[in-house]
């Protein structure tokens, strides 16, 4: 099983400033096929999660552009660039390259 | 527009079972795999299970192998998740979506599942 360690666990951030998030796989997830499946969560309190990136770098329709994924390999890191209060929430990352799928632990975002 | 709608939560005790469903809408749903994931009280999102887009092929989470299956019924555009044996640990608000390959995942309101005697 691949393990996601996802850092920081919490992140005390203030309105317009920047946030970022970095996952760590134990393996490499790039797919057989090239294509690395990496894709960023967030799931704001009582809702479904809610796709924001994909393939690692990719923004899903209707995400702002505030959001931005990088990383190759093994590390990945999900930017917000400056948070805004609806922002809040937990982040996770998700890979399915292979079975099992695998989250990180989640990353809660939260202002100060 | 996409949507997908889970049903079929409740309370059951220990040992017992549930059958979820997940109807869906605005996409081609046999052309796609399809995923259960979950969140108990306190915790993260844990991926539970994906079938493939004819049904053939499944993967399950250790945590629920054996006990869980899940099925898919094209004609009806219904993804299903049976489960046996549930544990006080299979508390959670269940969620379907799409597999987490595909572009443009989404998942639908979620379900609430408690295993309590």
């Known amino acids: 099983e691949i393990v996601m360690t996802q850092t920081p666990l919490s992140s005390p951030v203030t309105l317009g400033q920047p946030a970022s998030i970095s996952c760590r796989s134990s393996?490499?997830?790039?797919?057989?096929?090239?294509?690395?499946?990496l894709s960023w969560l967030q799931q704001r309190p009582g809702q479904p999660p809610r796709l924001l990136i994909y393939?690692?770098?990719n923004r899903f329709s209707g995400v702002p552009d505030r959001f931005s994924g990088s990383g190759a390999g093994t590390y990945f890191t999900l930017k917000i660039s400056r948070v805004e209060a609806e922002d809040v929430g937990v982040y996770y990352c998700?890979?399915?390259?292979?079975?099992?799928?695998?989250f990180g632990q989640g990353t809660k975002v939260e202002i100060k | 527009e996409v949507h997908l709608v889970e049903s079929g939560g409740g309370l059951e005790q220990p040992g017992g079972s549930l059958r979820l469903s997940c109807a869906v809408s605005?996409?081609?749903?046999?052309?796609?795999?399809m995923s259960w994931v979950r969140r108990a009280p306190g915790k993260g999102l844990e991926w539970v299970a994906t079938?493939?887009?004819?049904?053939?092929?499944?993967h399950y989470a250790d945590s629920v192998e054996g006990r869980f299956t899940i099925s898919r019924d094209n004609s009806k555009n219904m993804l299903f998740l049976q489960m046996n044996g549930l544990r006080v640990g299979d508390t959670a608000v269940y969620y379907c979506?799409?597999?987490?390959?595909?572009?443009?995942?989404?998942w639908g309101p979620g379900t609430l599942v408690t295993v309590s005697s």
């Open positions: 979506g799409k597999d987490a390959q595909y572009d443009d995942v989404i």
């Open positions: 605005g996409f081609t749903f046999s052309s796609f795999g």
């Open positions: 079938i493939n887009d004819d049904g053939t092929r499944k």
């Open positions: 393996q490499s997830l790039v797919h057989s096929n090239g294509k690395t499946y």
């Open positions: 393939k690692i770098s």
């Open positions: 998700l890979q399915a390259t292979h079975f099992p799928r695998t």
